[in-house]
């Protein structure tokens, strides 16, 4: 009788510790919604209801109690974008040295003291294949534009942008910025095949690896012979938008080459054909203008 009763014992325990594991790995797993839990079933949900209902609680619970679903390799480079990344190509070394060959050269202080722009731009055209004179380019090309005092006592003009300042065969002409040039120039091109570009912003290095070493000039703002001081003249612009500082000592030239200590230029201030400037200064003189350029590019040639 007692064995009997020994045994009974031993199969309740048995029983009872089988339902205790049993129970406890049905609330770890309905705890992750690997199976339905225990409350969703009390609560008379089915078994995938259950998993369907606990995925959703969890997703709108923070992240640190639900770890996100990575994506393997092949997700991560088609659907997000993300592993794959084009490194942007390093530019081409410059030549150590470039000149152009044959780019004309005008002297600007026999007839056009203060007209540097103009002379560089014809300078530049005439390379570039178009048969126009400085005096041609002036009268009928750029926009003139002249100050005058207000009421108040004010000087008054357009915007260098805009308009040459003055009258560029005067000493007393000031001068305009690389946009007016490049308005004046789109009205000569039409039927030519020609381009005009402003390239106001680029470095020097770039100028010479993307222009000269094209065999393409470069229509330059700098100062007279590179110098360091200028004296300046304000104005107001005359609808308003703000002052000009014109720098007494504006100088336009046109950049043909370079090698490791200069910078070489048809320059119209100077009678040399080919001036050279020290780097560092011309660097200095082309900062202190706001690095303005300009370029005009030749027709494309025609593929046979």
């Given at each position: 009788?007692?064995?009997?009763?020994?045994?009974?014992?031993?199969?309740?325990?048995?029983?009872?510790?089988?339902?205790?594991?049993?129970?406890?790995?049905?609330?770890?797993?309905?705890?992750y919604g690997v199976v339905a839990s225990p409350f969703d079933v009390i609560r008379g949900k089915g078994f995938l209801e259950g998993a369907t209902a606990?995925?959703?609680?969890?997703?709108?619970?923070?992240?640190?109690?639900?770890?996100?679903?990575?994506?393997?390799?092949?997700?991560?480079?088609?659907e997000t974008g993300a592993a794959v990344v084009t490194p942007t190509p390093a530019p081409e070394p410059l030549e150590p040295s470039w000149q152009i060959e044959n780019v004309p050269h005008i002297y600007q202080y026999d007839d056009?003291?203060?007209?540097?722009?103009?002379?560089?731009?014809?300078?530049?055209?005439?390379?570039?294949?178009?048969?126009?004179?400085?005096?041609?380019?002036?009268?009928?090309?750029?926009?003139?534009?002249?100050?005058?005092?207000?009421?108040?006592?004010?000087?008054?003009?357009?915007d260098m942008d805009d308009a040459y300042i003055g009258d560029p065969r005067?000493?007393?002409?000031?001068?305009?910025?690389?946009?007016?040039?490049?308005?004046?120039?789109?009205?000569?091109?039409?039927?030519?095949?020609?381009?005009?570009?402003?390239?106001?912003?680029?470095?020097?290095e770039d100028l010479c690896r993307d222009y000269i070493c094209q065999d393409i000039p470069v229509i330059l703002w700098a100062t007279i012979g590179m110098q360091e001081w200028t004296e300046t003249i304000t104005w107001e612009i005359e609808n308003g938008a703000?002052?000009?500082?014109?720098?007494?000592?504006?100088?336009?030239?046109?950049?043909?080459?370079?090698?490791?200590?200069?910078?070489?230029?048809?320059?119209?201030?100077?009678?040399?054909e080919i001036k050279g400037y020290e780097k560092e200064a011309v660097e200095k003189a082309y900062d202190k203008l706001g690095c303005q350029a300009v370029a005009i590019l030749p027709p494309e040639e025609e593929e046979n």
């Open positions: 009788m007692k064995k009997s009763r020994k045994k009974i014992y031993r199969i309740i325990r048995t029983i009872f510790g089988v339902t205790v594991v049993g129970a406890a790995a049905w609330f770890y797993l309905g705890s606990r995925n959703a609680d969890s997703s709108s619970d923070s992240s640190s109690e639900r770890l996100p679903d990575i994506p393997d390799e092949e997700d991560q480079t088609e056009y003291p203060t007209g540097c722009e103009s002379v560089s731009t014809v300078i530049a055209l005439q390379y570039s294949g178009i048969d126009i004179s400085v005096d041609t380019f002036i009268d009928d090309y750029l926009t003139i534009g002249t100050l005058w005092e207000n009421s108040e006592g004010q000087i008054v003009g357009p005067s000493v007393h002409g000031c001068g305009c910025n690389a946009p007016a040039i490049v308005k004046a120039v789109r009205k000569l091109l039409p039927g030519t095949g020609n381009k005009v570009l402003n390239l106001t912003g680029m470095e020097m703000g002052t000009v500082t014109f720098y007494s000592a504006e100088h336009c030239l046109v950049l043909t080459g370079y090698d490791e200590e200069f910078y070489y230029f048809s320059d119209p201030a100077s009678r040399e």
